[in-house]
C-alpha cells in the first residue's frame, strides 16, 4: 500500500498525517517529529501488550520511558492525568520532551493535554489504534479529561507535531468498535461530501471486512473533510458545530444508558438516524435518501434507533441540558440536503417530538 | 491619581493594565472585558474576607459566584485547583464565563489555568492584590499548578482579558511581601533599564512609604520593561531567560529553606546580589557600582546574603539540578553593565565558587 501523507493546514501549527500500513515499523517517520531525546509512550493497559514493543523498538537511542494508563473513559481523568506527569517528573523529562500517544481516543486525549500543560507546553505525536480516533481525535486539536459534572470539560486546543495512522492496527480492533469508527466516516459524508457518501454506499463491504485499501481511503478522506472545517474554525466558534451532527440526540442516549454500554460511535449512529428522520420531517431530504441513510448505517451493524425505553420525554429533558443549549434556545445540527449538514434553532417542535417517537426501538 | 493604562501588544492576544487608586469600586473597567453574564470570582481565605465584597458589588446584575481557596503555594496544587472546575460546572458556568483571580501569584497562577483548561479555554482578568503579582504574573501568561517534583511544573501559557492594578489595596501588604515585590521592581532596573534605576535610588524611601504615585509609577515601569521582554518572546525561546536574574541563586536558597520560609522576592533579593557578585568578580560591573546595587536591596529591607547556614556545596548542588541546567551545562543571567543582563555559559568555576563563600551570611 502507497503511504498517504495529508497535512493538516494551520499555520504554523500545521502537521501530516500519515496514512499506511505498517508505519509502526518505519522508525524515520517518528524521528522526523521528534526534537530532543527524551520520549515517553502514554498507553493502555489493553493496547501496551499488543503495540508497545515495536513503537519501543523504533526508537531506539532514545530514552524511552512509559506510562500505562487502565483503559476506559472511567479512567479520563484529573487524577489518572497526574500519573503522567509523575512519570515525566519522575523520569526528569525537559521541555524538549516528545509524548506518544499510543491508543484510542482516550489515551489521545489525555496525552495531547498532558503535552499541553507539561512544563507548558512540549511536543506529543498520535498513535490511533482504533478507527473512531483515526478519523475524529487526529484531526482538530482538542484534548482533555472529563469531570464528574460533565465530559471534557476540563481541556485545552493543541496540535500534535504528526499523526501516523497505521491500518494494521485495525486487524485487531473488536468489531463493535469498527462499526463505532465507520459512524464518524458516514457522518463526513453527509455532512459535506456527497460524492463519498456514494463511495461509502459502494464500498461499504470492503470496510466491513477491513480492506486495507477501503480503509486506508476512507481515513484519508474523513481526515481531509475534518481538516477543511478545522482550519476554517478552529476554536470552535461557529462552523465547526457541524461535526457534531448526530451527537446531541447521541450524547442524550449515551448520558440515558451511562456511559460505556453505548459505544460513543454507536450513539452518534442512532443519533445521526435521528437527525437524519427530523431532516426528512422538515423537507430538507426526499423518502427515498432517508431509506439510503438508514440502509448505509445498518450495512455498518450501527444502530438507526434509540433504546426501547428511552422516551419523548427523557430526550426532551437530556437535550435541554446539553452543553450545546446556547441562552436557553436548542441549536440542532441537521441535513439542507444529502451531502450539506447546517445548525439551526429554527426546530418546529411537533416534528421533534414525531422524531422522537418515530425512532424509538420497536416503534 | 491618574489612572495609567498600559497595553500588553501580543497581536491578538493583546490586553490592558489598568494601574491606579480605588480601581476595584470601578465597575466599568471590569464590565469593558466582560462578555458574558457568569463570573466566578477565585480568591483565597486572607484576601476573601478583605476586598471580595467590593469586586461582588461592582458586578452587579451578573450571575456571581465565588471560589475561596486555601492561602499558600502549598496549595498550589492540581487538587486544589479542581475545586475550582467543581464550582463552576455545580453552578453551570458555560463557555461565555469569565474568572476573575483576586489575589497575589498563587490565585493568579491558578486561576489564569483553570481558565486556560475550563471547557479548552474561556476568559479571565487579574486583580493582583500585592506587589510581586503586580509587576511579575501580570505580565508574561504564566500559568499552573506545582507538583511534588516540581514547581510550576505543570501549566499553560494563556493571557488575561484585562488586569486591575489597584494601588490602595497595597495599603494592607505586609511589610515583607512590599519588600518581596520592591526586589523583582530593582531587577528590570538591573537587566534592561538603568535610568529606572537611578529612579529607584531617588524613590526608594517614597516606595517603602508606600506613596501611591511612587508605587503607581514603579508598576507601571516594571510592567513595562516586562511587556518589551515578552513581546519579543512570549513562550521563552531564549530572551525571556533574563527575567531570571537573580532567580537560580534564589532558587538554591529557597530549595534549601523549603519553600514558604523565605519569600520568593527575599530569595531573588539575595539571588540578585549574588549573581552582581559574580558579575562584578567577571569585571562587568566597578566596586562603586555593586556596592550601589547592595545598597539598593539593603534600602528595600531585602536580604543580600544567603543564609549562614548554606554551604557552597550546597549551592553547587542545588543548582546542578535546577531546571535551567541545559545539557549538563549551568547557565546564567548576569549582568554585562549597571542595566543590561545577559545570558551565559561562559561561567569560570573559581569566581562562582568565591561568590558562593563571599556572599553567605556571616562571611
Same sequence: chains 1, 2.
Wanted: proline share 4%; with cysteine.
Amino acid at each position: 500500500m502507497t503511504m498517504h501523507v495529508l497535512n493538516v493546514d494551520l499555520g504554523d501549527r500545521s502537521y501530516p498525517i500519515y496514512i499506511g500500513e505498517h508505519l509502526l515499523a518505519q522508525g524515520e517517520l517518528l524521528h522526523r517529529h521528534i526534537k530532543g531525546r527524551q520520549i515517553c509512550i502514554v498507553t493502555n493497559e489493553t493496547i501496551a501488550p499488543l503495540y508497545l514493543r515495536p513503537v519501543q523498538e523504533s526508537l531506539a537511542g532514545h530514552q524511552v520511558d512509559t506510562c500505562v494508563l487502565p483503559d476506559g473513559e472511567a479512567y479520563k481523568t484529573l487524577a489518572v492525568l497526574n500519573q503522567v506527569f509523575d512519570k515525566l517528573l519522575g523520569a526528569r523529562h525537559n521541555r524538549t520532551t516528545t509524548l506518544i500517544a499510543l491508543g484510542g481516543g482516550v489515551v489521545g486525549d489525555m496525552t495531547g493535554f498532558a503535552a499541553a500543560c507539561y512544563q507548558r507546553g512540549v511536543d506529543f505525536i498520535q498513535i490511533p489504534t482504533t478507527l473512531l480516533s483515526m478519523v475524529d481525535s487526529s484531526v482538530g486539536g482538542k484534548t482533555g479529561v472529563n469531570h464528574p459534572l460533565g465530559k471534557n470539560m476540563i481541556g485545552a486546543f493543541y496540535q500534535p507535531q504528526a499523526v501516523l495512522a497505521d491500518m494494521a492496527l485495525l486487524r485487531t480492533l473488536p468489531e463493535r468498535e469498527l462499526s463505532a469508527g465507520i459512524a464518524e466516516i458516514i457522518k463526513y459524508g453527509l455532512i459535506g461530501d456527497y460524492p463519498f457518501f456514494v463511495w461509502l454506499e459502494q464500498n461499504m463491504d470492503a470496510l466491513m471486512a477491513r480492506d486495507m485499501d477501503a480503509l486506508a481511503y476512507a481515513v484519508k478522506r474523513s481526515c481531509e473533510n475534518k481538516a477543511d472545517v478545522v482550519a476554517q474554525d478552529e476554536r470552535e466558534g461557529g462552523l465547526r458545530a457541524i461535526l457534531n451532527f448526530g451527537h446531541t440526540f447521541g450524547h442524550a442516549i449515551e448520558t440515558a444508558q451511562g456511559y460505556g454500554n453505548w459505544l460513543h460511535g454507536e450513539a452518534v449512529g442512532a443519533g445521526m438516524a435521528m437527525a437524519s428522520d427530523l431532516s426528512w420531517r422538515r423537507g430538507a431530504i426526499s423518502d427515498g435518501e432517508l431509506a439510503r441513510i438508514l440502509s448505509l448505517l445498518e450495512r455498518s451493524k450501527l444502530p438507526t434507533k434509540a433504546p426501547a425505553d428511552m422516551t419523548p420525554e427523557q430526550f426532551t429533558s437530556l437535550m435541554g441540558v446539553d452543553k450545546k443549549v446556547l441562552d436557553g434556545r436548542l441549536r440542532l445540527v441537521l441535513l439542507e440536503s444529502m451531502g450539506k449538514a447546517i445548525t439551526t434553532s429554527d426546530i418546529n417542535p411537533d416534528q421533534l417530538q414525531q422524531t422522537f417517537v418515530a425512532c424509538r426501538a420497536g416503534a
